[in-house]
């Protein structure tokens, strides 16, 4: 998104509350760039992975590999949500062998939400809440035997939960 | 201090089912505070649940996760009475963690 320094109306503020854009064009923010270094205890941690803004970009830090659709990957997410900051997201699979499942906002600030490692013995089945800025594609991911197959679904958000 | 994870690990014999609600704000950076302050990123990254000295669950959050977030999954194994532990860790590198007892 580019954006020139001006007149920034109230309303403008909030219609790009939830945009990153605010902080890099510095209305009086902390620039985005001064977030403290992430905990470098969790090496494992997919830090850049979640730093990235498109879901594409995000899927290609995490695992370096596209995706194909597969009915194979069941994602349960509401039609509409009320409240984006709280919505019931859940995620399973009846593939083989998965190692791993991610669930990613497309229309977030930063796509990729949550990222499970599913051991072996662990059932390919995931819930959780997520927020969602506004009415987005929800992208669940699952890694199965070293290949990644991904399902999307619409949710509608009616009152975004950009921060809730 | 009371933990602020709460689990619930049941056995069905075959799998166990955990379900575990832990307090933490989540904090996105994206939200301001009512005089108009960005409130800062402050979100849990990394969550782990061991069992029997394996992790059986792992989760790496970003701040898309909702407040106090909540979370499901099951895993093969498990007996009644044995040991769940649960730790995480945010990205200002506060952690907590509990044992919980499978039911």
């Known amino acids: ?164 | 201090m009371a933990s602020t994870i709460r689990v619930r690990a049941t056995s069905s014999g075959e799998t166990t089912e955990v379900q575990a609600l832990i307090q933490h704000p989540m904090d996105s950076g994206f939200v301001r505070d009512p005089k108009g302050e960005p409130i800062p990123p402050h979100f849990i990254q990394q969550l782990t649940f061991e069992y029997d000295g394996k992790n059986v669950f792992v989760a790496d959050w970003g701040p898309a996760v909702s407040k106090d977030p909540y979370v499901k999954f099951s895993f093969k194994g498990g007996k009644k009475g044995d040991d769940l532990k649960i730790s995480w860790v945010d990205n200002k590198g506060a952690s907590d963690a509990t044992t919980a007892k499978i039911q």
């Open chain 1, 1 to 164: 998104m580019t954006i020139t320094d001006g007149d920034y109306s109230e309303t403008r503020r909030l219609i790009l509350k939830c945009s990153a854009a605010v902080a890099l064009v510095g209305l009086g923010n902390i620039p985005f760039s001064l977030l403290p270094a992430f905990a470098a205890a969790n090496d494992k941690y997919p830090e850049d992975a979640f730093k990235q803004k498109s879901d594409a970009e995000a899927i290609k830090v995490l695992y370096g590999k596209t995706a194909e659709p597969s009915d194979k990957v069941k994602l349960d997410a509401p039609e509409i949500a009320e409240n984006g900051s709280v919505v019931p997201i859940s995620v399973s699979s009846s593939l083989g062998d998965v190692t791993s499942i991610s669930i990613l906002v497309s229309e977030n600030p930063n796509a990729l939400a949550a990222s499970y490692k599913i051991p072996a013995g662990t059932v390919p089945s995931v819930a959780n809440r997520l927020k969602m800025a506004k009415t987005t594609n929800v992208i669940a991911i699952v890694e199965a035997g070293g290949k990644l197959y991904s399902t999307t679904k619409e949710v509608k958000v009616t009152v975004g939960g950009c921060g809730g």
